[in-house]
């Protein structure tokens, strides 16, 4: 490997080495502080890495592995999705009975994992960043050890992460079994050629369903609120996010890229996941007294808007998807942000009862609450309006118009439940309550997170220009 392979993969194997450095630090003295700092160290420097690893795209590093800008961009939007996770995470550990500091570990060696999913271009390197991420959430989801029902959400999700994982193992192996071949250009081009295959088919169909378990798509959506309840906040926000952007990330890669969900059969299943995707997360959000589950199901409607631009694959198909996801994640992650740095010791604040009068004891706080979920709603002057515009915009541009239709009726179901929680923040509030501590890290982030949305919404082109220059490279 050049020394020009080692600068361009620096993003990638930065994290790996902070995972490293943090173990061993632990292994030497635990610190809450300290480990946090070098997390935040680690992640930084990845995304710093970025810079000279731009100059050296494209660049393919072995078969298994490609840097182009598409891939820095997503790592870059991984690396610091992460830091703002480890940010909220600091506050929301401090006094908990679980020791801390593999918390980081964990969480770094999910990144780590994203970061190999958003630049591989092989079936193996897929699996692989693909477990290491699972795996690493496996943990993660079940970390609150003494919580009521993180023990049950960290079982739901190993089991039912294993299921997908071997569909998408059985899949991968039935579309080398017909092409012989397993990185994703060749098997596009192979595919196309060898038309409506059986085996073919199945094998991607095999595929989808493991991806579609991933993404929590409709029908294979039943483990989202249960994971997203009771696993901790912050980790409930990494899964929204980071989890399922870089599982896009690769589906862009391999399908829209090649071409291959043009063909009649997986157009077909992808059209129906995503309208059934919208209606489900919506109309089973309108019913949840709880705010993770209600934002659980909002993220399965939110996958499938995205898939209206993945539908559309044309030159709006990336540009498009790469500033939905940009404008995800700031929003989500400053909607679960909300969340933790509201909890206390005992019990995440997830109950909407829980809000009631936020407004008039730190009305700061929801204030920023109110920005993210109008931007979930996709109201003006905010990222997530952007986004939607973008997203509407492709599927015209494509003749989609059932799932456009289905888009915009979604848009003002979801309004509904996000006003809802309005709603109530600016109720009198109930007597007696006591607010938990403010951290000062997690306060930090919602309010850089608010800006970034507000930013966003207001001055889009900064980030437009930016992924039309990293997603030509």
């Known amino acids: ?14 994290v790996a080495a902070a995972a490293v450095a943090v173990m061993l630090q632990i ?13 935040a160290a680690g992640l930084g420097c990845s995304f710093f890495a970025l810079f000279p690893a731009a100059e050296l795209i494209p660049r393919e590093v072995t078969s298994l592995i490609i840097l182009d800008g598409y891939a820095l961009f997503f790592i870059g939007l991984i690396a610091m999705a992460g830091l703002l996770v480890a940010g909220l995470s600091y506050g929301y550990l401090e006094g908990r009975e679980e020791d801390p500091e593999e918390f980081y570990v964990l969480l770094l060696l999910a990144v780590l994992g994203s970061m190999v999913l958003a630049s591989a271009r092989h079936f193996v390197s897929f699996f692989l960043g693909l477990e290491v991420l699972s795996v690493s959430l496996y943990a993660l989801v079940g970390y609150s050890r003494t919580a009521d029902r993180s023990n049950e959400a960290g079982l739901k999700y190993l089991v039912l992460a294993g299921v997908s994982s071997a569909f998408l193992l059985f899949g991968m192996a039935l579309v080398y079994a017909d092409l012989g071949t397993m ?6 081009r192979s595919a196309a050629a060898a038309g409506g295959d059986p085996v073919l088919f199945a094998g991607f169909a095999l595929i989808i369903v493991g991806i579609g378990f991933k993404l929590a798509l409709f029908p294979f959506h039943t483990w989202t609120p249960d994971v997203y309840e009771g696993a901790p906040a912050p980790v409930s926000a990494f899964v929204a996010t ?6 896009f990330a690769l589906l862009v890669r391999y399908f829209g890229e090649g071409g291959g969900q043009t063909g009649r059969p997986l157009f077909a299943t992808f059209w129906a996941l995503a309208v059934a995707s919208m209606f489900a997360g919506n109309l089973l959000a309108l019913f949840q007294e709880n705010v ?11 996958v499938g808007y995205l898939l ?4 559309s694959a044309g030159r709006m198909m990336v540009p ?5 996801l940009a404008a995800y994640f700031a929003t989500m992650l400053g909607a679960f942000g909300v969340v933790t740095i509201t909890s206390g010791r005992g019990r995440d604040a997830d109950l909407l009862e829980d809000y009631r009068g936020l407004a008039g004891e730190r009305p700061w706080l929801a204030g920023v609450f109110t920005v993210m979920l109008l931007s979930l709603a996709g109201i003006p002057l905010t990222a997530g309006f952007i986004g939607k515009f973008y997203v509407v915009a492709a599927g015209v541009d494509s003749a989609l118009w059932v799932p456009v239709l289905a888009l915009a009726m979604n848009s003002a179901i979801g309004l509904f439940y996000y006003l809802r929680v309005v709603t109530v923040m600016f109720a009198p509030a109930a007597e007696g309550r006591a607010l938990p501590r403010l951290s000062l890290a997690g306060g930090a982030v919602v309010v850089c997170l608010t800006g970034v949305v507000l930013c966003l919404g207001v001055f889009p ?8 220059v990293m997603t030509s490279r």
Do not use: N
């Not at 490997?1 to 930065?14: E, F, K, Q, R």
């Not at 980071?242 to 599982?247: D, N, Q």
């Not at 209206?308 to 539908?311: E, G, N, R, S, W």
């Not at 082109?461 to 039309?468: A, E, N």
């Open 1 to 14: 490997m050049t020394a020009a392979d080692l600068i361009t993969l620096s993003p990638i194997l930065v």
């Open 27 to 39: 292994a030497y003295s635990r610190s809450h502080m300290v480990t946090a700092l070098l997390t």
């Open 183 to 188: 990185e994703f250009g060749q098997a596009a």
């Open 242 to 247: 980071v989890s399922k952007g870089a599982v």
């Open 292 to 302: 993770k589950r209600m934002l659980a199901y909002s993220s399965i409607a939110h």
């Open 308 to 311: 209206v631009a993945f539908l």
């Open 320 to 324: 498009a998807v790469s500033y939905y």
């Open 461 to 468: 082109s900064f980030l437009v220009d930016l992924i039309r």
